[in-house]
């Protein structure tokens, strides 16, 4: 067990890196996969900034969690950050996103977190 929770959260981890540097450097495509596409070219471009930078600081805090902290502290991080996907299955809901992404991607995500937490609270 300890192998699988130390996977999914690296797993898991590795993605927030990637979806912080889709937001950076691909915002358009990135903004239109969140479900809620946006013009990165308007107003919406600082959002979309933000977005990158907040992703790629979860998968960065996430990792260093896990090698210099140990599986504890990332738990507790895992079940904070499950309210992030948690949040956004509403942003995509309430801005005219489709159900589909909004429980097949964001929810969906929130539970794979929430699983990661609880894996790693029983190593």
Same mark, same amino acid.
């Given at each position: 067990?300890?192998?699988?929770?130390?996977?999914?959260?690296? $797993?898991?981890?590795?993605?927030?890196?990637?979806?912080g540097?889709?937001?950076?450097?691909?915002?358009?495509?990135?903004?239109?996969?969140?479900?809620?596409?946006?013009?990165?070219?308007?107003?919406?471009?600082?959002?979309?900034?933000?977005?990158?930078?907040?992703?790629?600081?979860?998968? $960065?805090?996430?990792?260093?969690?896990?090698?210099?902290?140990?599986?504890?502290?990332?738990a507790?991080?895992?079940?904070?950050?499950?309210?992030?996907?948690?949040?956004?299955?509403?942003?995509?809901?309430?801005?005219?996103?489709?159900?589909?992404?909004?429980?097949?991607?964001?929810?969906?995500?929130?539970?794979?977190?929430?699983?990661?937490?609880?894996?790693?609270?029983?190593?």
């Amino acid at each position: 067990m300890t192998v699988a929770a130390y996977t999914l959260a690296v $797993v898991l981890n590795l993605f927030c890196l990637f979806l912080g540097y889709r937001f950076l450097f691909q915002p358009g495509p990135a903004a239109t996969g969140y479900g809620v596409p946006a013009d990165p070219g308007g107003h919406a471009g600082a959002y979309l900034t933000i977005k990158g930078v907040r992703d790629g600081t979860f998968g $960065v805090v996430g990792l260093a969690l896990l090698t210099f902290a140990g599986a504890g502290p990332e738990a507790w991080f895992m079940l904070c950050v499950a309210l992030v996907p948690l949040g956004d299955t509403l942003v995509v809901l309430r801005h005219g996103g489709t159900k589909a992404v909004a429980f097949g991607i964001h929810f969906a995500t929130a539970v794979v977190v929430l699983i990661s937490a609880g894996l790693l609270f029983a190593v």
